[in-house]
C-alpha cells in the first residue's frame, strides 16, 4: 500500500509545484511550462526567495489567506463542433476565515496582511473528497501485511469475524486512527464508515471506532453506519442495532436480506423500522445479485416511499444492477432517483460492472467508497477515492477533457468546480473549506494523472499534507 502511494507521488508532477506561476492571467489546461509566462515565473522566484517555510499550519477558528490559488474558470471549445478541448483557469487568492471562504479576491486586490498567509504556488483548489463506504472499525491496516482469508461464501467469513474481531479488538482503534491518517492523505475530509454491530462484537468496535473519529473530528467529517455484518435476522442483532442507533450511528445498515437473513420481506421492514424509529438515514450492504437482489432493490424503493425515507437511503453495492438491459437499467435508475435512494460503489470491474453511467444520466446520486483495505475481506484497497474515479474513467472510457472533469464529481459529493456549461460554479464566498490542494492545472488533469494531494483542508484546518507559510 504503501508502495502504491509513492509511486502515485513520483508520477505525479510535484517538481512543477514550485515552479508554477502566481499569474492573475487566465491560463489554458494543458499544463505545459510554455503556457507560463517568463515574468510570472520571475515573480514567483522573488517572492521565493523572501519567504520561509515554517511548520505553522492553519487550525481550528483561524483566520488566514490561501495566496495564488489556482481556480478552474471554464471550458475551451474547438471551434465548429462545441468540444471541450482545454479547461481555463485562474490565480486568486483566498481568505478563509473559521473554516469558511470567506472571500475570493483578484491577486490585484489588497488583502490583509497582518493574519497568516500560506502560498500554495498556483496550486489548484478542488473540493473535498468523499469516502462514503469503509469500514474503518476492522482492518489489518496499521499491523503487518496480512492477506483476505479464503472463502467459499459470506457464511464462511461470518464465521472467521467470530474469532477474528475479538483478536483485532485491542487494537481496533489504533488502527482505525491509521486508516483515518490514510484516507486524508488522498484528500478525503469526509467518511462514511461501516461498523460491526455483531454478538461477537456486541458495540465494542462501535466504542471505539466513535474514540478515533471523535480525536480526528477537527480534520475529517464522519458518518457511522450500525452494520449487522452477521446478519440483522440470522444473528438476531435487532436490539443491539437499536442501542448503536442511541449511541450515534447515523445510519441502519442491512445485509443481503434473502442471501443471508432468507426472508427478504422481514429483514428489510426491521431496517426500515428501525431507521424511522430513531429518524437515521439507511445504508444497506447489498451484495446479492440477478433475481433476489432486484427484489430487494425494488422492495426497499417501495418501503422507502411508504416511510417517508425518500433522499434518507443508500444501497450499497447493489451488484444485482450489473445484470440489467441497458432499457432495464434505465426505469431502474428513475425510479432510485425519483425516491433519492443513492448508490454508494467500489466501481467493480468483470462482471460486477455498475450501469453507473446510466445511472448519473437519470441523476441517481452515485458515491464512491474504498470499502476494504487490507482486510480478511480484501486486500486491494489503497483507501483513495480519486483513484476510484480514475478506475471509472478507464473502465467506462472517459477519456476526453469534458468527461474527465464532470467526472470528479463522484468523488466530492457531485461538486464540480465547473458545471455542465463550463460555469464556475465552485468555489463560491460561503462555501465550507474543504479542500485539496493538488499540482496540477484542472479536474480533467486531477483525475488522469492522480496527483500528489499537497495539502488537505477539512473546514479550514489542515489534516494532511503542508502548506507554505508565508513570513511577514
Ligand atoms: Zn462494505
Redesign the pocket.
Known amino acids: 500500500m504503501e508502495q502504491k502511494n509513492n509511486e502515485l507521488s513520483r508520477r505525479s508532477f510535484i517538481g512543477k509545484a514550485s515552479k508554477i506561476g502566481g499569474a492573475s492571467a487566465v491560463l489554458g489546461m494543458s499544463g505545459a511550462m510554455g503556457l507560463f509566462m517568463e515574468d510570472d515565473r520571475e515573480h514567483v522566484e522573488a517572492k521565493q526567495i523572501d519567504k520561509q517555510r515554517h511548520q505553522k499550519s492553519p487550525k481550528k477558528g483561524d483566520t488566514y489567506m490561501l495566496l495564488n490559488v489556482r481556480l478552474e474558470s471554464g471550458y475551451e471549445y474547438e471551434n465548429g463542433n462545441g468540444n471541450v478541448v482545454a479547461t481555463r483557469s485562474t490565480i486568486r487568492n483566498l481568505e478563509i476565515k473559521k473554516g469558511i471562504i470567506s472571500k475570493i479576491l483578484d491577486t490585484k486586490e489588497a488583502y490583509r496582511r497582518d493574519i497568516d498567509c500560506y502560498d500554495v504556488q498556483g496550486m489548484l483548489l478542488l473540493p473535498g473528497f468523499k469516502d462514503m463506504?469503509i469500514?474503518l472499525d476492522k482492518t489489518f491496516y496499521g499491523g503487518p501485511w496480512r492477506g483476505a482469508v479464503h472463502r467459499k461464501n459470506i457464511f464462511d467469513i461470518i464465521e472467521v469475524e467470530k474469532k477474528l474481531l475479538l483478536e483485532l479488538l485491542p487494537t481496533a482503534q489504533e488502527r482505525a486512527e491509521k486508516l483515518i491518517e490514510l484516507i486524508m492523505s488522498f484528500g478525503s475530509t469526509y467518511v462514511r464508515s461501516?461498523c460491526n454491530i455483531d454478538p461477537t462484537v456486541g458495540l465494542r468496535n462501535l466504542e471505539k471506532l466513535k474514540k478515533a473519529l471523535a480525536n480526528y473530528s477537527d480534520k475529517i467529517s464522519h458518518e457511522i453506519v450500525a452494520f449487522p455484518q452477521h446478519g440483522l435476522l440470522l444473528s438476531n442483532s435487532e436490539s443491539l442495532l437499536r442501542e448503536a442507533m442511541q449511541l450515534g450511528a447515523t445510519h441502519v445498515g442491512g445485509l443481503d436480506p434473502t442471501l443471508v437473513d432468507g426472508n427478504m420481506e422481514k429483514s428489510l421492514q426491521t431496517m426500515v423500522q428501525i431507521a424511522v424509529d430513531n429518524n437515521a438515514g439507511i445504508d444497506i450492504?447489498l451484495h446479492e445479485g440477478g433475481e433476489t437482489g432486484l427484489k430487494a432493490v425494488n422492495r426497499l424503493a417501495d418501503l422507502t416511499e411508504e416511510a417517508g425515507l425518500q433522499g434518507k437511503v443508500t444501497i450499497?453495492h447493489a451488484f444485482s444492477l450489473a445484470s440489467l438491459s441497458p432499457d432495464q437499467a434505465n426505469e431502474m435508475a428513475n425510479r432510485l432517483a425519483s425516491l433519492g435512494i443513492s448508490i454508494a460503489s467500489t466501481i467493480p470491474i468483470g462482471k460486477n460492472a455498475m450501469p453507473i453511467p446510466i445511472l448519473q444520466k437519470q441523476k441517481v446520486n452515485v458515491m464512491l467508497g474504498n470499502?476494504s483495505i487490507m482486510d480478511h475481506w480484501s486486500s486491494l484497497g489503497i483507501g483513495d477515492t480519486l483513484e476510484k474515479v480514475h478506475l471509472a474513467a478507464d473502465l467506462y472510457g472517459w477519456s476526453y477533457e469534458y468527461e474527465l472533469s464532470q467526472a470528479l464529481s463522484l468523488a466530492t459529493g457531485g461538486i464540480t468546480p465547473l458545471d455542465k456549461a463550463g460555469k464556475q460554479v465552485w468555489p463560491k464566498v460561503g462555501d465550507e473549506a474543504s479542500v485539496v490542494i493538488v499540482p496540477a492545472t484542472c479536474s480533467a488533469e486531477t483525475v488522469a494523472r492522480l496527483p500528489k494531494r499537497a495539502a488537505v483542508l477539512h473546514k479550514g484546518v489542515l489534516s494532511s499534507g503542508e502548506l507554505s507559510h508565508v513570513k511577514k
Open positions: 463506504h469500514h461501516h450492504h450499497s470499502d
